[in-house]
């Protein structure tokens, strides 16, 4: 590496990235300012998706003495950051639940011969023998992918990230950096408190995606009206789905109508092997829907998806701009278009105002610019509209009454 600037040099040559943002650079220089002082470490990086928060980590983790240990939430998005790492050539390990004495074993051979990195889930690093084995590795660096999982699953239906922390200590790395793409303030501080003991460096750029234009279709006959978008929208295109069930539905609803290479389904109850051929067959696929519940990996890193459709919508407004940013990741304008019922109206209602699930009622049904409820919801800055239903009409609506 260029000893003049080593990061610069690992990212054109490694990655072949010839420019890193100011905040990447911000982000590398902790981590490695960091591990060169011997000092703990410990940051939340919020980056919009698709802004590189992945070169952060894996960067570094050419320079640093040690591997870096990288915690995904989904499976999916474990196998798509190998496919990446093994394009580029570098060695990495799977740790992950139902694997033989052997592949561990191998997984421990790759280490000593020197593998920079390492995957996991929470679910895997339960397991207090593997996690010994690790912490005899000389983990340099652990990074949190998708942190906001800490808040949003550990403390429903994923009990295990509540302990990461103490994991952490246990493997004995001395620097820990979480990435997420959107958190509210009560999310960061969530984070904080189960990664951080409470305290922790927060480094955000501007949340903002630009290139998203945001729209809400209201709709008593959802089906019939994601069929129809399916037809008038720019593919690739996500349909999130609430349940497996219409998952399954819709698309085989699209492949009737549009013919049966048009459209598959992808929801938690697949086998591997169906989860990644499915993958693969939308990874090359310029022309297809692919009907998901959020179990289609956070981070997956296919670029060109051009519309983002959501049959219901998620939880909170952190999920759905995690969701909608799952698109236009190669900077082309792309569309997260939402539909709104009556029946969504009274469910998210019940909330109490302020709070981040009543976000949603307010981003569906407010009569100003859609992209600052967001923002405001992840207590973000101020920005300019660059596409909105509401502000696209009402810039029509001033120019005709010019004219």
């Known amino acids: 590496f260029n000893i003049d600037d080593p990061v610069s040099d690992a990212a054109q040559k490694v990655f072949g990235i010839a420019y890193l943002y100011p905040w990447q650079r911000m982000v590398i220089a902790n981590i490695l300012e960091n591990a060169e002082q011997n000092e703990r470490g410990g940051q939340i990086v919020l980056l919009p998706t698709g802004a590189g928060k992945s070169l952060c980590f894996m960067v570094p983790a050419l320079l640093l003495n040690g591997p870096t240990l990288i915690i995904y939430p989904l499976l999916a998005l474990m196998n798509d950051q190998m496919r990446r790492l093994e394009q580029a050539k570098l060695d990495a390990v799977i740790f992950r639940g139902g694997q033989s004495a052997d592949e561990r074993k191998a997984c421990f051979e790759k280490l000593r011969k020197g593998a920079r990195f390492i995957l996991a889930n929470p679910e895997v690093l339960q397991n207090e023998a593997l996690v010994a084995r690790l912490s005899e590795c000389a983990i340099a660096h652990v990074a949190i992918d998708e942190a906001h ?26 620097l820990v950096t979480a990435f997420t793409a959107t958190a509210s303030p009560q999310v960061l501080s969530r984070i904080a408190e189960v990664l951080f003991d409470g305290s922790a460096r927060i480094v955000r750029s501007e949340s903002d995606r630009p290139n998203i234009r945001y729209r809400v279709e209201y709709s008593c006959c959802k089906k019939h009206t994601a069929l129809m978008l399916a037809y008038t929208e720019q593919r690739p295109m996500i349909i999130f789905c609430p349940t497996r069930v219409c998952a399954e539905d819709v698309a085989r609803d699209l492949m009737l109508c549009y013919g049966k290479e048009s459209a598959r389904f992808y929801h938690a109850g697949l086998e591997k092997s169906e989860k990644d051929k499915i993958e693969k067959w939308f990874y090359d696929k310029t022309d297809a829907v692919l009907c998901a519940t959020c179990a289609y990996g956070m981070g997956v890193d296919k670029k060109d998806i051009r519309t983002i459709v959501h049959i219901d919508a998620p939880n909170t407004a952190e999920q759905y701009i995690q ?18 019922s009556p029946a969504d109206a009274e469910r998210f209602s019940r909330f109490p105002k302020g ?5 949603m009622k307010e981003f569906a049904e407010t009569k100003n610019c859609r992209r600052q409820v967001l923002l405001d919801a992840l207590g973000a800055e101020e920005a300019v509209c660059s596409g909105c239903d509401i502000c696209n009409a009402r810039e029509k609506y001033h120019k005709a009454d010019n004219l």
Request: net charge positive; aromatic share 10%; glycine share 12%.
């Open 149 to 174: 999982c800490v808040s949003e699953w550990g403390d429903s239906f994923r009990p295990s990230y509540l302990t990461l922390g103490n994991i952490i200590k246990k493997l004995g790395s001395p």
């Open 355 to 359: 709070s981040r699930e009543y976000a």
């Open 323 to 340: 969701e909608a940013g799952r698109s236009g990741r190669d900077g082309k304008d792309a569309n997260a278009i939402l539909l709104w």
